[in-house]
């Protein structure tokens, strides 16, 4: 019996789709414009699960009862995690306001940049916007930070409960409900090729083959962001476990935990959705853009083209247009390949930096003067 033919993957669907709208849109010109709805539809597509999806896997892992106390190493590992996200959402801030990825281009149109420009408020006005008085009024304005509040708290009252009465009914019904979410997404990645050829078709129609500038340079960001955080976290490890960082490369290879790289990738996001759209972002949204960064990667949802909903995620919950996600989406394959690099080797850093700090970091198997079976 014959094996079944496997298609093109999604992502390679995707690629194709991206490289195919930007030729048609710069060869057409203006009237790819005309094909603008279809990926509008897709990306609303997408919208209108997102708020539902973030709620219930925060509230999910909040309030599954399943956390353990690790102890020692668990807060070391996390003080790690933390440590070394921060600074590369820091890094990614820096490195977006030197290189500019967005700029270079206009995608939304002046009645977009004015409305995502007038979502303007002071410190004491974001904080305050952190707590809904409604947060069914938030999840129709997909207010996303009022929303993640609420499943914090959603998800520790469900948690207490859940441990007192021993009954895990709802538990299972929001993870549930969140499976159901989950396999909504997948559905519409179904039709994501589609959706990115008709945005980027529209965007490449009016500005050309030089919509592929900003995505070298958003890419260029990732490289380069790698590289930094390469030189500062290697030998800083190194120093503290006490070896040679020379070793180091032949370490990173099997592990993946944290999310520096993502950490970074999606600062850069941010930035480059508010400079192709021409928002700048005040001091107060740059806080909030680390901070959302970081609470994204704590917990990245796990769905087929999980990009897609970040930046989704990541553009509503600081009002900036949704335009550029094209773009990001059309590179991302490139995107995830700077990701996941950092990600892993870091992770053995951090596994490094916990081990030594307990005393149990054998240096004779790091300096590959005793051999182990892993």
């Known amino acids: 019996m014959e094996g079944k033919k496997k298609g093109l993957s999604l992502t390679t669907q995707i690629l194709i789709a991206a490289a195919g709208g930007v030729v048609f849109g710069s060869l057409i010109g203006p009237w790819a414009s005309n094909l603008k709805f279809i990926g509008d539809i897709f990306i609303r597509l997408i919208q209108m699960s997102v708020v539902l999806l973030v709620m219930t896997a925060v509230a999910g892992a909040v309030g599954s009862g399943d956390g353990q106390d690790v102890g020692k190493m ?54 305050l916007g952190f707590v809904s008085t409604n947060i069914i009024g938030s999840m129709a304005d997909s207010a996303m930070v009022p929303c993640i509040v609420f499943a914090l708290f959603f998800g520790t009252a469900m948690g207490t409960y859940t441990r007192q009465s021993g009954n895990r009914n709802l538990v299972e019904w929001v993870t549930g409900f969140n499976t159901i979410i989950t396999n909504i997404i997948k559905a519409v990645m179904h039709v994501a090729p589609i959706g990115i050829f008709c945005l980027l078709a529209n965007v490449a129609g009016s500005t050309g083959f030089k919509v592929i500038i900003p995505m070298i340079k958003f890419l260029g960001v990732l490289l380069l962001g790698d590289a930094v955080q390469f030189l500062i976290y290697g030998p800083l490890t190194a120093a503290l476990c006490k070896v040679n960082p020379a070793k180091m490369p032949k370490k990173f290879a099997k592990m993946s935990m944290n999310s520096c790289g993502a950490a970074l990738c999606y600062v850069a996001a941010i930035f480059f959705m508010a400079q192709s759209t021409g928002v700048q972002l005040t001091t107060s949204q740059m806080g909030m853009a680390i901070l959302l960064s970081c609470l994204m990667c704590m ?58 700090k307990l005393g149990d970091l054998d240096r004779d198997v790091y300096n590959e003067t005793k051999a182990v079976e892993y």
Do not use: C
């Open 74 to 127: 668990g807060f070391h590992t996390f003080k790690w995690i933390i440590f070394f996200t921060l600074i590369s959402a820091g890094l990614g801030v820096m490195l977006s306001m030197l290189i500019q990825p967005g700029i270079g281009i206009e995608i939304a149109n002046a009645e977009a940049i004015a409305n995502a420009s007038a979502e303007t408020a002071s410190l004491q006005d974001t904080l």
């Open 299 to 356: 917990g990245t949802i796990v769905v087929p083209g999980g990009s897609v909903i970040v930046y989704t995620f990541l553009a509503s919950s600081l009002g900036l247009p949704l335009e550029s996600i094209a773009i990001l989406i059309g590179i991302d394959w490139f995107s995830g390949m700077f990701r996941t690099l950092m990600n892993v080797d870091v992770d053995v850093m951090v596994g490094m930096l916990v081990s030594s």
